[in-house]
């Protein structure tokens, strides 16, 4: 749509350098998981703020720099790790040398942005001290991740339908929601993300096909849910792999311990497991769990739309599932679940229904023929541990 008016007023979201990530990982472990005395016992966001606030030198020469730049209107979060600010087009292409900023409109709602086409940079003397920047339209997912550290009070059970490949994220923008995410589970707050509806996915690197896995999905700090279908509709002993279902090996991150022995028991039990050039076996893996992503009705605007499918779909039900478990345990004087994931896999998947047939897809190739993993005993990359049986469920997460 053109070039922005130099003296149009744009937004500058900074994520500034956290203190403390390793002691935060820490103690998402103690609360999370039920074998340590610590479990349940989750931090305040003032806690948390305390732990993670950047250093004085951080705040001190990130101001200083917007500042004399000419930024005004300037706000923090209570952790104090992002800092918004509000400067002309002018000055903020003077601050970030290569930034040309344009308008765009797109999208099915024709969305209005703001954005540059061309990279730009920070100061070298910035980068102890900044993680990433974003500007003006940023993605509704950063700013879902900056209330996350801003409320003090917040749902116990939030669902996510976002993903991006891991491979096209960078590094630091990978981490750096990898430790908002951490921030959420040591206050007790349970992240469900949409394992995606692409299957095990696809990519080729240097000529060769891989799986391709979906962030923030892969993250080792929420509980990602797949989906399922019914073989025969309505016929409970029926269910079966839904294909679209997403799932697979972190790239990024590595296994972590509470999955060990599940993955394990997996990559060496299998009959169909993929070629291992296709993926990384020692990678987090996911999903964790599932739920039914094949056949929904939706009503918009009072017209029924039949067989709405999809992890969009799965996702939200796992939730209000989780939600009433919840209801029952602070009416009984006991703490939110938090973070599940921990306690899902010491329950080996108790008090849910073991989906162990069908396959995702994935690459169209001589070598897999579109089949990515299959669902087998047990936990396996396509629905986790299974589908809930709210009954079983409720009575395995009630105690403690």
Not at 74 to 88: A, G
Not at 119 to 137: C, I, K, N, S, T
Request: hydrophobic content about 35%; glycine content about 8%.
């Amino acid at each position: 749509m053109g070039r922005a008016d130099p003296e149009e007023e744009l937004s500058l979201t900074f994520a500034l350098r956290q203190q403390n990530v390793e002691r935060l990982s820490e103690l998402v472990q103690a609360v999370s998981d039920p074998s340590s005395p610590q479990y349940g016992k989750y931090l305040t966001l003032e806690n948390v703020a305390d732990l993670v606030r950047p250093s004085p030198l951080t705040l001190h020469t990130v101001q200083k720099w917007l500042l004399a730049a000419g930024a005004q209107k300037c706000h923090s979060v209570i952790t104090q790790d992002f800092l918004t600010c509000w400067l002309s087009i002018r000055q903020a292409e003077l601050l970030l040398p290569g930034a040309e900023f344009h308008h765009y409109v797109g999208g099915p709602t024709e969305t209005h942005v703001v954005r540059s086409p061309h990279p730009y940079q920070l100061p070298q003397a910035l980068a102890p001290h900044v993680d990433f920047g974003r500007h003006e339209g940023q993605e509704p997912f950063l700013q879902w991740l900056m209330l996350l550290s801003n409320e003090s009070a917040l749902p116990h059970v939030h669902t996510v339908s976002y993903g991006d490949d891991e491979d096209s994220l960078s590094s630091a923008y990978i981490q750096r929601v990898n430790t908002e995410l951490m921030k959420a589970a040591a206050r007790g707050l349970t992240l469900l993300f949409a394992s995606g509806d692409s299957g095990a996915g696809c990519w080729s690197v240097s000529g060769r096909h891989q799986f391709r896995p979906t962030f923030p999905a892969s993250s080792p700090y929420v509980t990602t849910v797949g989906g399922t279908s019914f073989q025969e509709p309505f016929l409970i002993t029926n269910e079966i792999v839904d294909y679209i279902s997403g799932g697979g090996f972190s790239n990024v991150f590595p296994r972590p311990s509470y999955q060990e022995e599940a993955v394990t028991k997996f990559l060496s039990s299998s009959p169909h497991l993929p070629p291992s050039s296709y993926f990384n076996a020692s990678g987090r893996a996911y999903p964790d769990v599932a739920a039914l992503s094949d056949g929904y009705w939706v009503v918009s605007n009072r017209v029924p739309i039949p067989w709405v499918s999809g992890t969009s779909a799965s996702t939200p039900v796992f939730g209000g599932i989780l939600s009433l478990i919840n209801e029952h345990r602070i009416l009984s004087g006991r703490p939110p679940l938090g973070f599940l994931n921990p306690r899902l896999y010491q329950q080996h998947g108790a008090g849910l229904f073991d989906v162990t047939r069908g396959c995702h897809e994935s690459c169209l190739d001589e070598e897999v023929e579109g089949q990515g993993f299959c669902s087998g005993p047990g936990w396996d990359p396509v629905t986790g541990w299974g589908t809930p049986n709210f009954p079983a469920l409720l009575k395995t997460l009630l105690n403690p």
